[in-house]
């Protein structure tokens, strides 16, 4: 019987969890090259990472880091997504499980930090 009750309460937050995860918003390259959406998407990973999150990974190809599209595509999402996830951990309206997301990056200091 414990094991149910114990499963009725983890189940919602995990599903809690899986909604706080961001995602690039591609919609703001979609009309870029493949190239540079490509890197977009691997920098706006990286930027998560560098902003605090802990369910990211760093993401950064090395031999395409050449292709200038690729290239830049990667530091506007670096750039973007480091700022938007320090963004929401600043926010006083966050609720539920994104408060555990953000927790590392109040502890440290970096929700202040100035670009």
Known sequence: MLKISTLMIILPLLGACSAVLMIPDMELVKDESAAYQDGYKAGCSSGFVAGGSLVHKFKRDGARLKEADYN?????????????????????????????????VKQQGLHKEEE
């Open 72 to 104: 830049q595509g990667w530091k506007k999402g670096y750039r973007q997504c480091k700022s938007d996830f320090r963004e929401m951990c600043k926010s006083k309206a966050i609720i539920s499980k994104a408060d555990l997301y953000c927790a590392d």
